[in-house]
């Protein structure tokens, strides 16, 4: 898959056609047991872009999100249905090993959530289960990690102090930093900021802008201004059902569904 | 004048200051009661045992009666070389299971597990030794170390257990989350994040065992047997200091009773040491500040 992306500064507006399709979702419906949490989504993630995902609480924007690397599996009485697909190949095909896939997707949770182990080894663990590294280069990889965390600076003196020694704003670039270890092609927040100051909001806001010149970044948030920050399209999630999904600046200024714009405009929700 | 100080609300406000004060004190008095028998209890061993105490304890094996001095050197290291056999049978299987329970742990089978833990947490240890004194003894025809072990050894299995099920239940879903969402597989996450945030716990639920099994007697009374001499081969019958206290405060001889206290006080102090050691060594240095 080629991709005619071209480097954009961080933050300019870009065009759709720019960028290849990277997550393709049709006709998916999910449901914990009876209750169907998602009904009908399609949606098409583009590559290196930052997709917004918003909408009330219980909408199903983060249920959707786990879909994308089927971390919903985890919960007892599941079941999905549709078809996502990631570079056009079904992820929830059968023979889709599920450890691979979800090395190619990535996951930031809404609290930062480090192991109870040192700063170092939060890094060193995924890297480590898939053997990508050992002794000097493993050194050199989380050290690269961390850097694209934008958190060496502050923990390099501190690599094996405990994780936990750490502000809530590295903590979660911490956790930003443990996914990039291994490389990922797309990057899942559920709602990255919801537990941190507004300073650590913003640095972490500034790092979604530099990593999505390499990654794919699909986020949930509560908060529309940070939608309309960072990024280029946002769907906006009610009752399980996508309402709307198009560039941020038309859902924000512009959106087509009354739904949208009594939602964007604070109207409910 | 409406409000704080009004003549009925004063003194239902004094009323309930006095059943305040009333439940305060029968709360403290009945920790004192709680706590006394555990002083005293400390206390006499204590007193008791300080004047048995010497080099010679530690060093020297039993004499006959009528000679002084003597120790039992053999019953200390045989006592240790119990727990160690009965740790190896213990734990594997009591911190296993306890994952088992906590990680997959929702259905029939798992909850016949449990109930069966809880009953055989509460079977006198004397049934214990006797099923492994058929089970071993018989079979092998001879008391020994290795049957003593296993008597110890199952009578850990279900403190472990179920402790270990408690404290990995504790364990936040969002560590869980974040191991599977980096690629990592269920068993990988159990042992490198579960248990690792669980340690604290479970080292708890561990010594809470070990403490138990150290001070039984009647379970090795069927299995390990005594012996007044050197045994540290498992195949052999094998001292251990609740058997020789035992033995020695039945017989009537002043020395006897003197060595018997003495080892009391050497028991409690071992299971003192292992608790502080154990702690000492797995500490945690990365709590998790919540």
Not at chain 1, 187 to 194: G, K
Not at chain 2, 5 to 26: E, F, K, Q
Not at chain 2, 104 to 119: C, H, K, P, S
């Amino acid at each position: 898959m080629i991709s005619t992306s071209i480097a954009v500064q961080p933050g300019s507006l870009r065009q759709q056609g720019d960028h290849t399709a990277k997550v393709e979702v049709e006709h998916l419906n999910f449901y914990y047991g009876r209750f169907q949490a998602l009904k009908d989504v399609n949606l098409t993630i583009r590559e290196r872009q930052i997709t917004a995902l918003i909408g009330p609480s219980g909408c199903g924007k983060s249920t959707f999100l786990r879909a994308l690397n089927r971390m919903n599996e985890i919960i007892e009485g599941a079941r999905t249905e549709g078809q996502v697909r990631l570079d056009g190949e079904d992820i929830y095909d059968r023979d889709v090993d599920v450890v691979a896939l979800r090395r190619r997707v990535g996951m930031v949770f809404q609290r930062p959530n480090p192991f109870p182990m040192s700063v170092f080894e939060n890094v060193a663990y995924a890297p480590r289960i898939h053997g990508l590294a050992r002794g000097p280069d493993l050194e050199d990889l989380v050290e690269e990690s961390l850097k694209r965390a934008a958190l060496w600076d502050e923990v390099k003196d501190k690599l094996k102090g405990s994780a936990f020694a750490l502000s809530g704003g590295q903590q979660q670039r911490l956790c930003i930093g443990r996914v990039l270890a291994v490389d990922p092609e797309v990057v899942l927040m559920d709602e990255p900021c919801s537990a941190l100051d507004p300073l650590s909001t913003l640095r972490i806001e500034e790092l979604m802008h530099e990593l999505q010149q390499k990654y794919t970044i699909v986020i949930v948030t509560h908060n529309m201004q940070q939608a309309a920050r960072v990024s280029q399209e946002t769907g906006f999630f009610l009752h399980g059902e996508l309402v709307e999904f198009g560039p941020s600046t038309t859902i924000f200024t512009d959106p087509t569904d009354k739904r949208t714009e009594d939602y964007v405009t604070g109207r409910f929700g | 004048m409406s409000g704080l100080h009004a003549g009925r609300s004063r003194l239902r406000h004094l009323r309930r200051r006095a059943a305040n004060s009333v439940m305060w004190v029968v709360a403290v008095l009945c920790v004192l009661a709680a706590i006394l028998p555990l002083v005293l209890v400390l206390y006499y061993v204590i007193a008791q045992g300080a004047s048995g105490i010497n080099l010679d304890f530690f060093t020297k094996l039993p004499k006959p009666v009528g000679e002084p001095g003597g120790g039992m050197a053999n019953a200390i290291v045989g006592s240790l070389i119990l727990v160690g056999l009965a740790s190896l049978v213990g734990l594997p299987i009591g911190i296993l299971g306890g994952v088992y329970l906590a990680e997959f742990g929702n259905n029939r089978f798992a909850w016949t597990v449990r109930f069966l833990a809880d009953v055989l947490s509460g079977v006198p240890s004397i049934v214990v030794g006797i099923f492994i004194w058929a089970m071993v003894v018989v079979p092998t025809h001879r008391l020994s170390g290795m049957a003593g072990g296993a008597a110890l050894g199952v009578m850990m299995i279900p403190t472990v257990m179920r402790t270990t099920e408690e404290l990995v239940r504790l364990v936040p879903m969002s560590l869980r989350e974040a191991s599977l969402s980096l690629g990592a597989t269920h068993w990988r996450t159990v042992f490198k994040v579960v248990l690792v945030a669980a340690k604290g716990g479970v080292v708890t639920g561990i010594l809470l065992a070990v403490s138990r099994i150290a001070g039984e007697a009647a379970p090795l009374l069927l299995t390990a047997g005594s012996s007044p001499f050197w045994s540290t081969r498992i195949d052999q019958p094998m001292p251990s200091l609740p058997v020789q206290i035992f033995t020695y405060a039945i017989q009537p001889y002043d020395d006897w009773h003197r060595q018997a206290w003495a080892a009391a006080l050497v028991l409690v102090s071992l299971v003192c040491v292992l608790s502080v050691a154990a702690r000492y060594v797995t500490r945690g240095r990365f709590r998790m500040v919540r």
